[in-house]
């Protein structure tokens, strides 16, 4: 057998190489057992390679306080991580009434980060520009040129049509559809721009930072002025033929329910979101926001905590469906109205209990989610990271800046 030609060893190790590179990028920092198990190379392959990372300048090595101890109770595992001077990733969400940004180095350490109140819904151009202002903004608080950004992760609280790229409706984002939201913001900011929906980036956030970060099979819900999921197969979103896979709020709950803003009857957020939990108390407490609703759960209003209450057995029984046809691990809980907790989480649980078949539900847990609002600007750094382009084949100049941050 003649032996492999040099080009075509070269080639392979040049393809280890790059897979060596997408572990760090998607998990942030990693030992070298773990980037072994992730790529099914071996660890003496993964250990000349990340040499080789090292002598580059590429890879750094990171002591974790209070890391995990080894598999033999020793010492902890060394953890690796791409060095901040290889680029830099911007995550930027859009909620309905309010925008985050942050920028973080490619092991995902956020270097700066800032949120403001913002009316996103009916004005799309002038969202994009106080957006493009604020990473310019946040990119100078982080000392981080914008030549060093290989890519901006963006979340839109919207679907989004996978083939076009586009907002395809018209109820939920009006000024939005048929706006190229992802070729306005690269216009505007001169840089690579990789779009999802919030409960998309919510979702890559739970599980690459964190309730979801060790498990195979994924939902997370997000319970907010919407409702929404997100499904990570792998450590990767499953976004359907279309873009729409996860589109739970718009299940039929009762088929002569409330108008649904999609123009169907009883779809799950008209009786579980948190617009839809206001209204059932406006006779008896009068005009709420979901921030007000969950002060006086806490505070121990009857009221206010039947409907949370109740809230959660509807979206149980929703989701227990989802377990049947998925069979996910865990289902992580967010959005505003995960802040209610147990009050939420428990007759979610129990409806999932009784619903799903017990195959599906003996083997999967409902936790909340721990990233809190952040979930989605984080799962945009995410996005950004795991769709750039950039193979980082050829070290970049180094150069240095200050670390600073933003509230």
């Not at 309010?98 to 270097?111: E, G, H, I």
Request: aromatic share 2%.
């Amino acid at each position: 057998m003649r032996p492999p030609r040099t080009g075509s060893l070269e080639s392979l190790r040049e393809r280890n190489r790059l897979r060596v590179i997408d572990a760090l990028r998607r998990r942030g920092t990693v030992s070298r057992a773990d980037i072994a198990r992730q790529t099914g190379l071996s660890r003496s392959t993964v250990s000349s390679l990340v040499s080789e990372l090292q002598a580059s300048g590429l890879v750094i090595e990171r002591e974790i306080a209070g890391g995990p101890q080894g598999t033999q109770g020793g010492r902890p595992p060394v953890m690796l991580a791409l060095d901040r001077s290889a680029g830099a990733l911007v995550g930027i969400d859009f909620g309905h009434r309010r925008l985050r940004v942050a920028v973080a180095d490619l092991s995902y350490t956020v270097l700066a980060e800032s949120h403001l109140e913002l009316e996103v819904d009916n004005h799309a151009a002038a969202g994009l520009d106080t957006a493009a202002d604020l990473v310019n903004t946040v990119l100078g608080d982080a000392g981080v040129e914008h030549g060093r950004v290989l890519a901006a992760g963006m979340g839109l609280p919207g679907p989004i049509d996978r083939g076009s790229g586009l907002v395809n409706s018209q109820a939920i984002l009006p000024a939005w559809v048929g706006l190229d939201a992802t070729a306005e913001m690269q216009e505007r900011l001169g840089m690579p721009v990789h779009l999802d929906n919030d409960a998309n980036v919510g979702a890559l956030g739970e599980s690459v930072f964190g309730a979801g970060a060790d498990v195979g099979v994924m939902a997370y819900v997000r319970l907010s002025d919407g409702i929404g999921a997100g499904l990570v197969f792998g450590g990767r979103i499953f976004r359907g033929a279309g873009g729409t896979a996860g589109e739970i709020g718009h299940v039929l709950v009762d088929p002569q329910g409330p108008i649904c803003r999609c123009g169907n009857r009883g779809c799950l957020e008209t009786f579980a979101a948190g617009p839809a939990l206001c209204d059932l108390l406006r006779r008896s407490h009068g005009p709420l926001t979901v921030p007000r609703l969950l002060e006086l759960a806490a505070e121990g209003d009857t009221g206010c905590r039947r409907v949370i209450a109740d809230a959660g057995a509807v979206v149980g029984r929703a989701l227990a469906d989802l377990c049947n046809y998925l069979n996910p691990g865990r289902i992580v809980v967010g959005g505003e109205l995960s802040a209610a907790g147990e009050l939420l989480l428990e007759p979610l649980r129990d409806a999932v209990a009784r619903f799903a078949i017990p195959a599906a539900a003996d083997h999967m847990e409902v936790v909340a989610g721990v990233l809190g609002d952040r979930a989605e600007v984080l799962g945009a750094l995410a996005l950004a990271g795991h769709e750039s382009n950039d193979p980082l084949t050829v070290p970049p100049t180094h150069t240095s800046h200050q670390r600073r941050r933003r509230s």
